[in-house]
């Protein structure tokens, strides 16, 4: 059976264990998975799962929700531990800054008394909803309409001032100086208290309020004054402007009736809810002016963070131990069955005319090439040897020279046995590679070799482990025999993409008996084959009818010796050839 049949994807051997590289390319490939996919959970972790905790000494109750600075997200939680015999708030979020900035908004809204202004803004506006009336009243006038508004947001401002609690209920204060923009917002509520349009005193009255909370979100006196001192000036200030209020209500009904008077404080009891509502929220002025808490140290909470690095590591090793063992799979069992095993053949079997050899490096194909000659040789035949890799210089290795060879037989159409020169011993010859240099015409690479097969007993075709597809396009349909420069059990890689690509199954070869590139060992190598191997009639000898015996001297093979017309009409074609290229390379004389 040929090479080429070989090649064929039928004939297959039991898979080989394991070998001990794919455990270890298994094993780094699980462990650089798990790396990966750790890291991949370390940079992509939820951020709905608690990772980080801060912790803050602690006294008194848990925080509620008032005391938290937003409302709390998915994974964000505060808690009360005992921590040894301390009391401790342990706050947790996804991500560390965010749980340092909760723990330190939370510590700060309970020294500011978050907790307690929450409950006397609520008694304030519980007595604001018991001093409303069911049954409706009588048509006020403009002015009276004007005044309720104003009574309505002085008493808010004493409400507020009176139920304020501790720690802002220190000593009794003068009422600071407001700024400039403070002062022409309370200058446009005198301005809209005279005016037709009710509306437009609703809207002061609403600006001026929010002018006012900046003010003192500040920090009023200044920043860095107490709560107590803080507390004590924004009630100063509160009974100040409800006394102002109160004032321009009392002059807008001074030319009213008595009973348009006592509309005015009725009917301001109802708009304290509604205006309290449509004001900045009570007392949070106070509290954003407070002096924000120092930012606790957040650490990783180290069950979260093991169950989510070993998640994505064991998710990580799975995925690419099975991407591993995928790819191992279709190595061995994808597009390579055909070289399931390494066809076991003789290279002194006298089987096809034409050997393909290729091998690791150019040494070993060279090696290659004289054991196949040794056994041909011994047989009396003569070797054709083709260097067709660019890389191998085969004419340097056996000791040759670097003449035109295969690229000048395949693109300038020259004859191959005009090329063939003497391999150095009798009957070994070589055609050298030539210069590839103008492109490698692989196509016609089969007509050149059966030019050459009745002249020689054996054909060497040396090739590179790179060569390319067109040499089996080439060589399609003629019996061959490939070898591989080396004695393997299971051919590498490089053997098996070639046999992918050129179709022709490749048997390894023991090259002991030839340990170097030496034309005196392959001299020794077919000493000791030709006993034995049965000699055979050299292929297309022709007897020439002489009418006398006559004696001839022996010639030294020194030359190509040819015995036929027909090799010696190629080599008249091959001279008549150069001549007419010098002739048209010669300088035209005058």
Wanted: proline share 8%; net charge neutral; glycine share 8%.
């Amino acid at each position: 059976m040929s090479a080429t049949e070989d090649a064929t994807p039928q004939s297959r051997m039991p898979t080989d264990p394991v070998p001990a590289a794919a455990l270890a390319t298994l094993a780094l490939a699980v462990l650089t998975g798990a790396v990966i996919g750790a890291t991949f959970a370390l940079v992509s972790a939820p951020r709905t799962q608690p990772l980080f905790e801060a912790r803050l000494p602690w006294t008194a109750d848990a925080p509620s929700a008032a005391e938290w600075p937003r409302e709390a997200r998915p994974g964000e939680s505060a808690a009360l531990q005992t921590i040894g015999t301390r009391l401790t708030l342990v706050v947790r979020a996804p991500r560390a800054p965010v749980a340092r900035e909760l723990a330190a908004g939370i510590a700060g809204r309970r020294e500011a008394g978050v907790s307690a202004l929450a409950g006397a803004r609520a008694q304030a506006r519980a007595r604001w909803i018991s001093r409303q009336r069911s049954e409706p009243l009588p048509d006020l006038s403009p002015a009276a309409e004007r005044a309720s508004q104003l009574l309505a947001a002085a008493q808010r401002d004493r409400d507020l001032a009176a139920f304020l609690p501790a720690p802002y209920a220190g000593a009794a204060a003068r009422a600071p100086e407001p700024p400039a923009n403070v002062r022409s917002r309370l200058e446009a509520i005198a301005n809209a208290s005279t005016d037709a349009e009710v509306t437009m005193l609703a809207r002061a009255l609403q600006s001026a309020a929010t002018e006012e909370a900046s003010w003192f979100a500040a920090g009023v006196p200044s920043p860095q004054a107490s709560a107590a001192v803080r507390g004590a000036t924004w009630r100063a200030w509160q009974l100040a402007r409800a006394d102002s209020l109160g004032a321009m209500a009392a002059r807008l009904t001074a030319q009213e009736t008595p009973l348009q008077r006592s509309l005015a404080v009725s009917a301001s009891a109802p708009l304290l809810a509604r205006l309290d509502a449509s004001s900045p929220s009570a007392y949070d002025e106070l509290v954003l002016a407070a002096e924000p808490s120092p930012l606790p140290v957040a650490v990783p909470l180290p069950d979260a963070w093991l169950r989510l690095l070993g998640m994505g590591a064991l998710l990580g090793a799975i995925g690419a131990g099975l991407a591993a063992s995928l790819g191992m799979l279709l190595r061995t069992t994808g597009p390579r069955p055909l070289l399931a095993f390494t066809p076991v053949r003789d290279p002194g079997a006298q089987g096809p005319w034409l050997h393909l050899v290729a091998g690791p490096n150019a040494t070993a194909v060279a090696r290659a090439t004289l054991e196949l000659a040794a056994h041909a040789l011994a047989r009396g035949e003569r070797v054709l040897v083709v260097d067709g890799g660019a890389k191998l210089a085969l004419h340097e290795r056996f000791g040759r020279e670097a003449r035109w060879g295969l690229m000048e037989c395949l693109l300038a159409d020259m004859p191959v046995l005009g090329l063939v020169q003497y391999g150095g011993r009798p009957g070994f010859y070589l055609l050298a590679h030539g210069n590839s240099a103008r492109g490698e015409g692989w196509a016609s690479l089969g007509q050149r070799l059966d030019d050459a097969k009745p002249h020689f007993g054996r054909i060497v075709l040396a090739l590179d482990s790179s060569a390319p597809r067109a040499i089996g396009d080439a060589l399609l349909g003629r019996p061959l025999e490939g070898w591989w420069a080396e004695a393997v059990d299971r051919l590498p890689k490089a053997a098996v993409e070639l046999t992918a690509r050129l179709g022709i199954a490749f048997s390894a070869m023991d090259l002991d008996a030839i340990d170097e590139v030496q034309l005196e060992l392959l001299g020794a190598r077919v000493e000791a084959l030709r006993g034995h191997q049965p000699a055979s009639v050299p292929a297309a000898t022709v007897v020439m009818p002489t009418a006398e015996p006559r004696r001839i001297a022996a010639l030294p093979p020194q030359g190509v010796v040819l015995d036929c017309d027909l090799q010696v009409q190629q080599r008249l074609r091959f001279l008549a050839w150069m001549r007419r290229v010098q002739s048209e390379n010669r300088p035209a004389t005058v």
